[in-house]
Every structure is written in C-alpha cells, then in structure tokens.
C-alpha cells in the first residue's frame, strides 16, 4: 500500500509523493528499476552521495521529461525516496529498506555497475 512520505519540517499543505511502503516493495520490481541504464546511473550517484540530490545535480543526457520518468519510475519501485524541499525535489537512496528486505542486493548491483562502468571505460 503506497505511503505519503513528508518531511517532519514540511508545512501543512506542502506537496508530498507516493511511496511504497517497506512491506510492499517487491524484488521483481526493484530489478525492473535498475534494469535501466539511466535509472543505474541515478542509483550510483544517490549511493556515492554524503546525503539528498536534488533531481538536477544528477546529469543525465536524456530529456527533462524522460529524467522525471526515470525518477518516478524509481520512486515507484520503493528504491529511492523523493521530498520536496521547498520548490526543490530532494532524492536518497532507501538502503536501509533495501538492505532490511534483499540483504546485499542494492551492494552487489552497485559493485556490479562500478566494475561494468571501469570496463566500459564509463566513469
């Protein structure tokens, strides 16, 4: 069942999203969200992050509306958690709730891409 998360700072009537609760997030959809080669790419900077992102610190080179879609499909999928803060839309990884439900996943798919992208010569 999706939950609204807000923050314990955010003013009555301030905009909040949708998020899958722990309980209903689901491994078949969390490999979906990470299938993507955009969407790993958002995962591995949220990772290597001190704390939030704003939506725009995260280069991508597709569209405005094509980077929305990759964030809410990750949204979605209970692998990111996304805040406003005031007109910014502020994005962390949920790896405490990744790791609670799939113990090493999130870690291995980020080792993983980290050896993919030295290979590739894609750092």
Do not use: W
């Amino acid at each position: 069942m999706p939950t609204e998360t807000t923050s314990p700072r955010t003013p009555a009537g301030s905009r909040s999203l949708e998020h899958p609760s722990r309980a209903d997030i689901r491994l078949a959809d969390v490999l979906h969200a990470l299938a993507d080669p955009m969407r790993l790419r958002i995962v591995r900077a949220l990772a290597a992050a001190e704390g939030e992102l704003n939506c725009a610190d995260i280069e991508l080179p597709v569209s405005k509306s094509t980077c929305t879609h990759h964030f809410r499909v990750l949204r979605e999928h209970g692998v990111i958690q996304q805040l406003y803060r005031g007109t910014a839309k502020m994005n962390a990884l949920r790896r405490a709730d990744l790791q609670e439900l799939f113990p090493g996943l999130i870690d291995a798919v980020l080792q993983g891409a980290d050896l993919q992208a030295g290979r590739l010569g894609e750092e």
